[in-house]
């Protein structure tokens, strides 16, 4: 989350981190809410609720959050959108191969936290369908390298994503 809205440069990470580590008692986790708290990352418009939101097929927050990154292109950089959706479906297509669900935060990679998102994706999204969306991303993510598509915003970019997975 910190790398999404600071960026790559390690000495403004590390700094945040330093922040942190004075504000938060040691061997407490820290959490999204005290990244938001402390470094002001707004909750509401970042690639993990849009994640969220597409999971749980809110069309209306998607694209609310979409249209924020769209005016925003330099802070929400497409190619991390594109990359966090396509690590998304691709988990959830494993997740739905599991034949044991309990098995899902070893298999996947993730905190079991964060099952619960992958569960209500699943319900709306079968496999079949999370395959059509895998290539669709793929497609977008060649367009937005200029293939197939010349000079096509991001705002388009983000408007043609999202089509292909509501649809």
Partial sequence: MLGEFIGTDLSKINNELEKLQLIVPVGTEISPEIIEENIGISKDFNNFELQKAIGERNIKKAYHIANHFAQNPKN?????????????????????????????????????????????AARNYPMKRVSAIIKGIRKVDMKSKGVGAHNMSQADLLKELLITIFD
Wanted: hydrophobic share 45%; glycine share 2%.
């Fill in 76 to 120: 929400h950089p497409l190619v991390m959108t594109v990359a966090l959706l396509y690590s998304f479906f691709n988990k959830l297509l494993k997740y739905h191969a599991l034949p044991d669900p309990s098995a899902a935060p070893k298999v996947l990679g993730v905190n079991p936290y964060f099952i619960r998102d992958y569960q209500t």
